[in-house]
Each structure stands twice: as structure tokens, then as C-alpha cells.
């Protein structure tokens, strides 16, 4: 059976295609156009496999521009795809920390991959990726340099919660010459502190999961560890996880 998996975020669009025991991967900008993204993706694996449109048995798709390309697909949500995505990875894991670009998610779920219960946070942009981009930009830097230019010996910490309020504190700080590298891990501390608030509404059951494109800033996985007392487990294209989760869904048909 040939599947492709379709996560159509606010940043990135990401295509997983499963062809027998092989995964194909792509990514590229959402842009403005869901649509186009999802079109470009679906070619960009079509190429990767060497297959043909009319090979594809399912296309399913997430992400919150699932909506604008209805049609290209069956639809399913992202928490429902985390989920199955996870449990196929790691069976032993019962809590999934999704940070995206504009919303984060904490969503618990049993050895079946069923979602018992979840939060998210999409109503204000800290504690997203949005948030660290912005902080990026107002220090000159490229959000995936933030992992790694960040000291966390030297921590200072960011009080503003808001992500205006946040950007002219760091733009204060600089004025008065605090490092860098300090305001960067006190921004990694203030995601991590507000997302590892909502995993303890939730309550972590079993290992704990780390996914979404933020989980690629090793800063945020080290001050979410700390926060929460507990290792994370990675995915190692953690990106991919919701696109991952829809192609398997599809494999299965095993929708909402
Ligand atoms: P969405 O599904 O909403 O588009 P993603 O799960 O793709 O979101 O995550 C996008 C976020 O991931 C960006 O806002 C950014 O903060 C973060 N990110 C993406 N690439 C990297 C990278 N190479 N290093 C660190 N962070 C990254």
C-alpha cells in the first residue's frame, strides 16, 4: 500500500510517504497558499519514490491547513496524528509534548496509541515557535542557532510572558550589554516553564515524548528536561511526526 502523510503547519509544510518498508520525506514553506504547499510536497515525493500520482492509495491530511486542502485528502487532527505516530515509535511512552510554530500541545495517550486526554496552548504565541523566532530576529539570528549559541550558566531571565513585551525587554537588555548567550537560555527557560505548566495539568503517565519542529532547538529540549525532572525521548526527525501519524492513519484507515 502506498500512503502519503500530509502536515500543513503554520510554518512548514512536511509529506511523509510510506512505500512498502521505505519513508520518504519532504518539506517545504507553507508560504501563503496551503494549498500550493501540499501540491509541491506531493510532487516532491512522487519524485523522491518514483512513483505515479495514480499509484497513491491514500492521502491524509493535518496541520491547521487541513481545512484550505480539503479534497487533496481525508483529513485527521494533529494531536490524533502525534499520537499514532508515537505509539508506533515508542510504545512506552504515554505523554507527547508537541511544540509547533503557533500553537504547543501536551496530549496523553494510552499503550494503543489513544488519546486519553490533552491541552494546547494557541490562543498567545509564548511558549510556540513562533515566539523563538521572533526572539531570533530581534538578536540577529537564525532560530536554528539558538541551541546553540545559548549559556546556560550565564541564564538571565526573561519576565515579560507576551511576545511584544518579550521582544523590547531582550532589545533593553542588549542595550545594556547583558550576553547573549544568557538571554537565549532565559528564553529557552520561559518556553520550557510554560509548556511544562500545561504537561502537569495533564500529568505525565509513562515515558514522555518530545515532537514538533521545536524539538530540533536543543536549548529548549535542555530547559524542558530541567523543568520537568524527567529525560525526553526525541524522534529523530521530530518534525515529521504529524505527517509521519497521517500516513499511518491512512495505512490503517483508521480515521476519526
Ligand atoms: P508548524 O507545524 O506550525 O509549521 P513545526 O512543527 O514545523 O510548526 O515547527 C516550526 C518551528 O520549529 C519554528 O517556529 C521554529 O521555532 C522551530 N524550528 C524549525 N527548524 C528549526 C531548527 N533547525 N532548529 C531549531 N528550531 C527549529
Same mark, same amino acid.
Request: aromatic letters at 4%; glycine letters at 12%.
Given at each position: 500500500?502506498?500512503?502519503?502523510?500530509?502536515?500543513?503547519?503554520?510554518?512548514?509544510?512536511? !509529506?511523509?510517504?510510506?512505500?512498502?518498508?521505505?519513508?520518504?520525506?519532504?518539506?517545504?514553506?507553507?508560504?501563503?497558499?496551503?494549498?500550493?504547499?501540499?501540491?509541491?510536497?506531493?510532487?516532491?515525493?512522487?519524485?523522491?519514490?518514483?512513483?505515479?500520482?495514480?499509484?497513491?492509495?491514500?492521502?491524509?491530511?493535518?496541520?491547521?491547513?487541513?481545512?484550505?486542502?480539503?479534497?487533496?485528502?481525508?483529513?485527521?487532527?494533529?494531536?490524533?496524528?502525534?499520537?499514532?505516530?508515537?505509539?508506533?515509535?515508542?510504545?512506552?511512552?504515554?505523554?507527547?509534548?508537541?511544540?509547533?510554530?503557533?500553537?504547543?500541545?501536551?496530549?496523553?495517550?494510552?499503550?494503543?496509541?489513544?488519546?486519553?486526554?490533552?491541552?494546547?496552548?494557541?490562543?498567545?504565541?509564548?511558549?510556540?515557535?513562533?515566539?523563538?523566532?521572533?526572539?531570533?530576529?530581534?538578536?540577529?539570528?537564525?532560530?536554528?542557532?539558538?541551541?546553540?549559541?545559548?549559556?546556560?550558566?550565564?541564564?538571565?531571565?526573561?519576565?515579560?510572558?507576551?511576545?511584544?513585551?518579550?521582544?523590547?525587554?531582550?532589545?533593553?537588555?542588549?542595550?545594556?550589554?547583558?550576553?547573549?548567550?544568557?538571554?537565549?537560555?532565559?528564553?529557552?527557560?520561559?518556553?520550557?516553564?510554560?509548556?511544562?505548566?500545561?504537561?502537569?495539568?495533564?500529568?505525565?503517565?509513562?515515558?514522555?515524548?518530545?515532537?514538533?519542529?521545536?524539538?530540533?532547538?536543543?536549548?529548549?529540549?535542555?530547559?524542558?528536561?530541567?523543568?520537568?525532572?524527567?529525560?525526553?525521548?526525541?524522534?529523530?526527525?521530530?518534525?515529521?511526526?504529524?505527517?509521519?501519524?497521517?500516513?499511518?492513519? !491512512?495505512?490503517?484507515?483508521?480515521?476519526?
Amino acid at each position: 500500500m502506498l500512503v502519503v502523510g500530509l502536515d500543513i503547519g503554520s510554518v512548514a509544510a512536511k !509529506g511523509v510517504m510510506l512505500d512498502k518498508g521505505t519513508m520518504h520525506r519532504a518539506m517545504v514553506p507553507t508560504g501563503w497558499s496551503p494549498r500550493d504547499a501540499g501540491e509541491q510536497l506531493i510532487s516532491e515525493l512522487l519524485e523522491l519514490s518514483g512513483r505515479e500520482r495514480d499509484q497513491v492509495d491514500d492521502i491524509v491530511v493535518t496541520g491547521y491547513g487541513r481545512i484550505a486542502i480539503a479534497g487533496a485528502g481525508q483529513a485527521a487532527t494533529e494531536i490524533k496524528c502525534h499520537a499514532r505516530a508515537v505509539a508506533e515509535l515508542y510504545p512506552s511512552v504515554g505523554t507527547i509534548v508537541d511544540i509547533g510554530g503557533q500553537d504547543s500541545k501536551v496530549i496523553r495517550v494510552n499503550e494503543q496509541g489513544r488519546v486519553i486526554d490533552f491541552a494546547m496552548n494557541d490562543k498567545c504565541a509564548a511558549g510556540t515557535g513562533r515566539f523563538l523566532q521572533v526572539m531570533a530576529n530581534a538578536l540577529g539570528l537564525d532560530v536554528s542557532e539558538l541551541g546553540e549559541t545559548e549559556d546556560p550558566d550565564k541564564i538571565v531571565s526573561i519576565n515579560s510572558m507576551c511576545t511584544v513585551f518579550a521582544e523590547s525587554e531582550i532589545i533593553g537588555l542588549l542595550a545594556r550589554g547583558t550576553s547573549k548567550a544568557g538571554i537565549i537560555a532565559g528564553l529557552h527557560q520561559s518556553v520550557g516553564r510554560r509548556v511544562a505548566a500545561m504537561v502537569r495539568r495533564i500529568g505525565i503517565s509513562g515515558e514522555v515524548a518530545f515532537t514538533g519542529g521545536v524539538a530540533r532547538n536543543p536549548g529548549v529540549f535542555r530547559a524542558l528536561q530541567e523543568e520537568l525532572g524527567c529525560r525526553l525521548i526525541i524522534p529523530e526527525e521530530c518534525q515529521f511526526t504529524g505527517a509521519l501519524g497521517a500516513a499511518l492513519l !491512512g495505512r490503517s484507515s483508521n480515521l476519526i
